[in-house]
């Protein structure tokens, strides 16, 4: 099937030619056009995140609250091993999702539990039935209180959406200000082979479909823990 | 009189007859109000950020040519199918191709309102596929036969009661006044529609044109759970959403939440470069892109209103708009309600039957306002009312404002009608209301004000006399 | 300073009383006020329907008038808005284009014209009563006017200002608007009136008296005691 390609694009640039749009009125005066704007020009507008690695951990910490995104921060590896395991017997975890990663296999070692990995692929029932999903991640995002997560750091596109509660590891030095670092440490740690996913998670899954009340674990985790280690 | 602008009287006074609804809707906007206004104030300067999201629209839209090419060469190199529709049956067209020639049998599908504009669900209903809308308000409207009431929120023109009723009928579950409980009835059906199908269908937030990305963005996560189980990924796309830069989300995705939902962030704000890659653990296998004009370009070709292409579609301007407080999201009549809907509707669908929508305004600008983007949306709406106007113009109106020119193009005939007036007034107090009144619209709700005994000119003249 | 009066035709037909309160207001502190006889109708009821062509009739009867004006002041947002925003589109591209934007640069609407042009806030006023604020939409969206009349409420002794709710939506009156979606229009006005019956306040005061004459229309069938005043006769009051 032939789609209407070349119509299409004949059609922008006929209706682009000699026709110029008038230009927005801005109260402020943007000094270049947004075509040479650095990628950074947004950081003046944004909400402030401060600017010592303590003031942005507690600025991820007060918006986790907000979110109800459950945020641990732990000095070592062996208490977030002490952690994961009053999780997993807190609520009643069966079996659990993770993926082949330096510190999510870390915080996993010596838990007894069956355990779905993804990284070589994984029936959709068998991951639907997990408890919990463990994951890592690329960064923490302390303006917005997000977690970026892609293919490599989080096993895959399901394990960190489908099982009803998803728990992340982190270490202090992933946290980063804003989005635009964010989008800087993708473009520098892949080059241009991007995974084929990338997603910021802010918060648990939610919906205010039924007369705008807040309700969690919509269609994904009703839960999300970040346990934050200290690099 | 067109079809589309009597059904939009009837159904704009049926609504607001209606005390209760609109309070309804009025209660359900006034969380988010004041959830949007923390957000905004959260900004360093959201005026700023307004100015810059309009900056970069405004580059995006007039070299659209260049970043829709940028992005198709980049995202076709990662195994994406780029497929470009000039309209909705050609759009449906190739969606159904694509299901008959995988053998599909389900179908999922996340909130997309695009595909309400071309009618995707009615086409692939009738070839036999089984669609599913995921998303809890689209699922709801779904069940009820019904398009969503609002571009953000589908089902928020519903009680919880209406709900737990329609879930008892259509689902057989247990009766409960509680959103919670219903939202978890929606969850467990979903589950296993995620599981079993075989073609998940999304809508798209932003295309990158540097990376050759698709964003969605969403609270859910029913996206997600659609573009990752099954085999196949088609995602609509309206030509107008490219962006240049990578970057460049990170103004628009904290923009969108807080305009659309009063959020700092949307929870779930996914980057997709293509299907699952080689050594990838899922993901589908195809990845297809529908990039639609469906008349896109007829608004391209208006220089005036080619700004209201930058509509990030977050539902802002329907927020603080009174006419869609009061009649709501069905009297429109249209896939994209409330001012954004009545600017680009007559492009999209025809000025002739549309162009009431633009009458249908006090232009009080609360839009423009409200829009993240700064498209000048209330200067459109008097903009299509001039160009109706001038394509087909309403005789009477005509009639009446050449009358009016006349008068008021000549002070001494002003000056002459302002007498008579007073002498006609009496009359109004007799017809006042009834049929022979000519404002009786206004005046079948309020008192009609009397003419002063004189008017100031004429009060001037006496008391200040030659003065100039 | 010679200020030259605009007053909107319905302001001249129905409330004379808002005209002269700009003149003593203006007078008392000390200024010239002149009233070209000329005037008419700033055309702003056939731009809003789209007939652009009959506006300019209108508008160029206006612009006549005030051609050898020092200054021109307006008691409405909305036809003030009418010069001051439309006319440059309006005859963008005619003949008259410069004369247009000529007048607009020297048009003020009158809150906006003490305020910011005069620098007066305190006009020696008094008036007791409870009073709330109504933000015509023009006014506020158009010309950007919040602070200059709530500056000036603020010295009126006697007065107490308590904000609605929802000083800032729409009346619904929209000049024609009114008329041909009536039943949209009157939901407005039934939200606007509620949010002003909810204050407590004695009195609904606007720098618009389109906006007036909507509220006031239902707050009196309605049966209502609560009074509308124009701004401009809270600050000839004394």
Known sequence: MTGGRAIILGRIREALRNNPAPRPHTSHSQSEAAADHNGHAQREWLPKVGETLPERIDLFAKISEGLTTEFHRVPTMSAARDLLTKLAAESGWKKIGSHSHHDVDALLEGVELPIVRTEKGYAIDNLESCDAGITGCDVLVAQTGGIMVSVESAGGRALSVLPPHHVVIARTSQMVPDLTAAFEHVKQKYGKQFPSFLSFITGPSRTGDIERILVLGAHGPKRLTVILLDS | MATQSADFQTLSRRYTADKGFRAFIQKGMSGYYKKRDLNKANFQDWQGARDLAAEIKYEAINHLDKYLLEFEAKITARGAKVFWAQNAESARDYILKVAEENNVRSIIKSKTMTSEEIHLNDALEKRG??????????????????????????????????????????????????????????????????????????????????????????????ARLTTSLPKIHVALLGIEKVLPKLEDLSLFLPMLATAGAGQTMTCYNTMYAGPRQPGEPDGPEQLHIVLLDNRRTELLADAEQRDSLGCIRCGACLNVCPIFKNVGGYSYGTTYGGPIGSVITPHLRGLKNWKHLSAASSLCGACTEACPVKIDLHHHLLQNRRNGAKSSPNPLEKVSFGGFSLLMGHPALYRLASGLGRIFQPLQGLVNGTILDPLRAWTGSRKFPTLAPQSFQEQWKKDRGGKK | MRISLFIPCFVDQLYPNVAWSCVRVLENLGHEV????????????????????????????TMKAFKDADVVV????????????????????????????????????????????????????????????????????????KSEPRALLANVKGLELIEMCEAETCCGFGGTFAVKYAPISTAMDEVKCASILETGADTVVSNDSSCLMQIRGMLEKEKSTVRSLHLAEILASK
């Open chain 2, 129 to 222: 596929f089984g669609v599913f809308e995921s998303d809890l308000g689209e699922y709801i409207v779904q069940l009820r036969k019904e398009p969503p009431f609002h571009l953000v929120f589908p089902a928020m023109h519903l009680t919880r009661g209406q709900i737990s009723d329609l879930f008892q009928k259509e689902l057989g579950s247990e009766p409960t006044d509680e959103p919670e409980k219903l939202t978890m009835i929606a969850r467990a059906v979903m589950r296993r529609k995620y599981c079993e199908a075989d073609m998940g269908i999304s809508g798209t937030n932003f295309a990158v044109a540097e990376t050759g990305m698709i964003s969605i963005t969403e609270n859910e996560g029913n």
């Open chain 3, 74 to 145: 307006g008691p409405s947002g909305s036809c003030v808005t009418m010069i001051k925003v439309f006319y440059p589109d309006l005859f963008k591209g005619e003949p008259d284009e410069l004369e247009a934007r000529e007048l607009a640069a020297k048009t003020h609407e009158f809150s906006s014209f003490l305020v910011n042009v005069l620098g007066v806030t305190d006009v020696g006023a008094k008036f007791d009563g409870k009073v709330t604020f109504h933000d015509g939409c023009h006014g506020l969206r158009e010309l950007g006017i």
């Open chain 3, 34 to 61: 002149l009233f070209p006889e000329s005037q008419s109708c700033c055309g702003q009821p056939p731009f809003n329907s789209g007939y652009w062509d009959e506006s300019r009739s209108a508008a160029r009867v």
